[in-house]
């Protein structure tokens, strides 16, 4: 009788003492704030937890995710954007940039800027070409460096069909210079039963440790399209020669005779984007941090050059405003920074 008992005891304790672990569990769960990963689920308000705002390191330009991968005439920094549910934009860049007291601006002739891609992996019956172009970030002050970009490519893929998968590479074949394959999905076309999987929402990227932790988690989440909504590479919180960034420029450098970039920051983030943004279009708007004025007061240089949007296509004359269909959702992309006059919106 008292084995039995015993025997008893110690299951009761057992089942006890699992029935704690999981309520435990299941606390700890409810306290904690969900992934996306783990949905679709109900949504939730939680208090804002300030311990989830602390500050993070900026990347060093020789971080690997940073340096540049391949020989100078191969595609880099590659990054899709939508132009329609039947057409991709794609845009890479190749050659090495140039910083110094004295730059020579590239010769975007001399690439071709060429994609072939197609239905299955290997299989390439199109080829589109597109055109090409180079900027420079210019700071005629003693002291200050002066910036020229690779060549940037641009080519729009028409006449694709919607919610299919497409591979495809990049580069100038005529230089055997041509990218690894790359796949990407078209969007559905307008309807009210037809929508974007999942889309990703995003801004005040720049280049940190917690950057890490956010496109991580975004590749993990497999978005069928990205909204970068401004603040993209901070490469405003530079000095020209490289100098750690501050989080309030004009406090940290009170003597400069302009509001300065390091513009190498923009082919590291280039280059960090471009596991996600070669598979998934992303479309940007324009922040403050993209302003960086230059020489002859000359603005948004980088912005303007680096990144295709699908402004003609939807009427505007700016890359600042922008539309686009997804399925049936009509995305609006409004920047901050379009005059509010009758050649503005």
């Known amino acids: 009788m008292f084995r039995i008992n015993f025997v008893m005891d110690i299951f009761n304790i057992c089942t006890v003492l699992i029935m704690f672990c999981c309520l435990t569990e299941f606390i700890v769960a409810e306290r904690r704030i969900p992934s996306t990963v783990e949905g679709p689920f109900k949504p939730v308000t939680h208090r804002f937890d300030p311990s ?90 003693e002291g200050l460096l002066n910036y020229t970009s690779g060549i940037i490519h641009h080519v729009k893929l028409e006449g694709l069909e919607p919610s299919k998968r497409y591979y495809y590479k990049c580069g100038d074949s005529t230089l055997s210079a041509m990218s690894k394959e790359h796949v990407f999905e078209t969007v559905p076309l307008p309807s009210p039963h037809m929508f974007p999987k999942r889309i990703a929402v995003v801004g005040d990227l720049g280049l940190t440790s917690n ?20 603040d993209l590479s901070y490469a405003n919180q530079y000095l020209t020669t490289g100098g750690k960034g501050a989080p309030c420029f004009s406090c940290a450098f009170p003597d400069a005779p302009i509001r300065e970039t390091y ?83």
């Open 263 to 345: 513009q190498p920051r923009w082919d590291g983030w280039g280059r960090f984007m471009e596991p996600l943004t070669a598979r998934v279009p992303m479309m940007v708007i324009e922040g403050n941090h993209e302003i960086e004025p230059q020489a002859g007061g000359i603005t948004f240089k980088s912005y303007t050059e680096r990144f295709s949007v699908p402004s003609e296509e939807s009427g505007s004359n700016s890359s600042f405003y922008y539309s686009f269909n997804a399925g049936g959702i009509h995305f609006l992309m409004l920047g901050a920074y379009v005059d509010y006059n009758s050649t503005g919106i």
């Open 52 to 141: 989830l705002r602390r500050g993070s390191d900026d990347l060093p330009m020789n971080h690997s995710r940073l340096t540049k991968k391949v020989p100078s005439i191969f595609p880099e920094q590659i990054a899709l954007a939508i132009s329609s549910p039947t057409s991709m934009l794609v845009s890479w860049i190749t050659g090495d940039a140039q910083i110094g007291p004295n730059v020579t601006p590239l010769d975007p002739s001399t690439v071709a800027s060429e994609v072939w891609y197609g239905k299955e992996s290997g299989m390439y019956h199109f080829i589109q070409r597109g055109v090409s172009t180079v900027y420079s970030q210019l700071y005629p002050f």
């Open 211 to 230: 950057t890490t932790t956010t496109i991580d988690h975004m590749i993990e989440n497999d978005p069928a399209m990205i909204l970068m909504v401004g």
